[in-house]
């Protein structure tokens, strides 16, 4: 058990999710202040990104989960593929860039937008994947992911009906994958 390996993962992770509520605020307020929509799933989705921190840790210390150095190597580093992408998308979208589902000042077409409409919620599935991957944590990975797909079947077809409402984003974005260029 390497538990303050993981401990050190989870917090640049909660970090880099702060630093993200920062911006998420700091945009809320660019020309002027834009209204967030009544998200349905909203406080579901912050319970889902806020429980990986204790789920996770809880369940490798209470079921005294291995720690393999080959698997956690290969976890770190799809968690950093995952906060390559992550950057990749807040360059990209700058002041566009919101937790909640606003509506946008304009529709982003360039950068992972420019492959799929929703690389971001591809990434947090990556993450989860990663983080439970790093300490063999399964019971988390399954309950969390299962958590995930069900936050992201209400969240998605309410931020896109929200996008939709511009009609650039009707036309850039009808050919595009929701998670995977060429898939599905």
């Not at 990663?130 to 063999?136: E, Q, T, Y």
């Not at 019971?139 to 299962?146: E, Q, R, T």
Request: charged content about 15%; overall charge positive; proline content about 5%.
């Amino acid at each position: 058990m390497n538990l303050p390996a993981l401990f050190l993962v989870l917090c640049a992770l909660g970090a880099s999710r702060l630093l993200e509520l920062r911006i998420s605020r700091r945009n809320r307020h660019v020309d002027g202040v834009r209204k967030a929509e009544k998200d349905p799933v909203f406080k579901v989705m912050v319970f889902l990104h806020s429980a990986l921190f204790v789920v996770i840790p809880c369940e490798a210390y209470v079921f005294q989960r291995p720690w393999h150095l080959v698997q956690a190597s290969c976890a770190f580093i799809l968690l950093f593929v995952a906060s390559a992408g992550r950057a990749w998308v807040l360059y990209t979208l700058q002041h566009n860039w919101n937790v909640e589902v606003v509506k946008p000042i304009s529709v982003i077409t360039t950068g992972p937008y420019a492959y799929v409409r929703h690389p971001n919620y591809a990434i947090v599935i990556l993450e989860i994947f990663a983080i439970s991957l790093f300490h063999s944590t399964w019971l988390s990975m399954v309950g969390l992911s299962l958590l995930n797909a069900w936050v992201l079947s209400q969240r998605i077809p309410f931020e896109e009906h929200v996008l939709l409402q511009k009609e650039e984003y009707q036309t850039s974005m009808k050919s595009k994958k929701r998670f995977l260029p060429y898939v599905f």
